[in-house]
């Protein structure tokens, strides 16, 4: 039976569409096959995820671990579309984000968010409500915290950044606060505490990193409290006000290879790498 030109050329339309959408179906689901493990996420977990997937790979000939860096929102977004089968998140999973998805957190290292100024600021400590103030806009020039008669300029993280969110909730009571006028958003760790180092009205908050561009202040709970550093011991007790965890979430228990992978994160090989990237054990 013959059919009508028009006829097969749609028929044959129908067919190409057909045939994108299960390639398109299969690329979603690749990150699931049994062998590859994506991680995507969390700029600030970038390095450790990658000297992560090294060390995993060389005690695992065979295994290849993918990392793509994003940030923690596009990451647990791309755990639940089925294109990563694991997501880097430098903070908790929030609940509109794990109606969608059957999450499973796993801790995986802690670290604390570091405040950065220029080296040559006379300020060395801050208590908490000064960093509400001066992040919020109430406090706008240094001398009101010891400092140089100069005008702060303030640098955050980007919106989706799981330190942005973090550092929110944490100093200035939620998500939906709003930062001084004029702060600064910068897209990475790397980024913000670059910018600090060469503005000497500088403050900032990332994921601390050794770094010898920039100082770091010590952190007061309150007014006459001990001033706290982001130290190992600070951070795993929880005595750092802005500890935190780092986690990678999977979508239901992981097993296969992706349970080899994060056992391996968790084991003492594992939390070795952790440390030697400048992180903090999570246990």
């Known amino acids: 039976m013959r059919y009508p030109a028009g006829a097969r050329r749609r028929?044959?339309?129908?067919?190409?569409?057909?045939?994108?959408?299960?390639?398109?179906?299969?690329?979603?689901?690749?990150?699931?096959?049994?062998?590859?493990?994506?991680?995507?996420?969390?700029?600030?977990?970038?390095?450790?995820?990658?000297?992560?997937?090294a060390d995993f790979?060389?005690?695992?000939?065979?295994?290849?671990?993918?990392?793509?860096?994003?940030?923690?929102?596009?990451g647990i977004a791309d755990l639940v579309a089925g294109t990563a089968n694991l997501?880097?998140?430098?903070?908790?999973?929030?609940?509109?984000?794990?109606?969608?998805?059957?999450?499973?957190?796993?801790?995986?290292a802690r670290d604390g968010?570091?405040?950065?100024?220029?080296?040559?600021?006379?300020?060395?400590?801050?208590?908490?409500?000064?960093?509400?103030?001066?992040?919020?806009g109430k406090i706008r020039n240094w001398k009101e915290v010891g400092g140089a008669d100069a005008a702060i300029t303030v640098y955050v993280r980007e919106s989706g950044s799981g330190t942005a969110d973090f550092f929110k909730e944490r100093v200035l009571g939620g998500k939906s606060a709003t930062y001084a006028s004029g702060a600064k958003e910068m897209k990475s760790t790397a980024d913000l505490v670059a910018a600090v180092a060469k503005d000497p009205?500088?403050?900032g908050y990332a994921g601390e990193v050794a770094t010898?561009?920039?100082?770091?202040?010590?952190?007061?709970?309150?007014?006459?409290?001990?001033?706290?550093a982001p130290t190992r011991e600070a951070v795993v007790s929880g005595d750092y006000p802005l500890a935190r965890i780092l986690y990678y979430y999977v979508n239901g228990m992981p097993q296969?290879?992706?349970?080899?992978?994060?056992?391996?994160?968790?084991?003492?090989?594992?939390?070795?790498?952790v440390m030697k990237s400048g992180y903090f054990p999570a246990k």
């Open 256 to 273: 296969g290879d992706l349970l080899k992978f994060t056992q391996w994160v968790l084991s003492p090989a594992g939390q070795q790498t």
């Open 113 to 136: 968010i570091a405040i950065y100024v220029h080296a040559l600021n006379k300020v060395d400590a801050l208590t908490m409500q000064q960093l509400e103030a001066i992040f919020s």
């Open 57 to 74: 790979e060389k005690a695992n000939p065979g295994m290849k671990v993918t990392i793509v860096t994003s940030d923690s929102a596009q």
């Open 201 to 203: 009205s500088a403050i």
């Open 212 to 228: 010898k561009a920039a100082k770091i202040l010590t952190l007061r709970k309150a007014a006459g409290s001990p001033a706290i």
């Open 87 to 108: 997501a880097a998140a430098s903070r908790a999973i929030k609940p509109e984000e794990s109606a969608k998805v059957k999450a499973v957190g796993l801790p995986i």
């Open 11 to 53: 028929s044959l339309a129908r067919m190409k569409r057909a045939l994108a959408t299960a390639i398109a179906l299969l690329t979603l689901s690749a990150a699931a096959v049994a062998g590859e493990i994506s991680v995507h996420g969390s700029s600030t977990m970038s390095e450790l995820n990658k000297r992560l997937a």
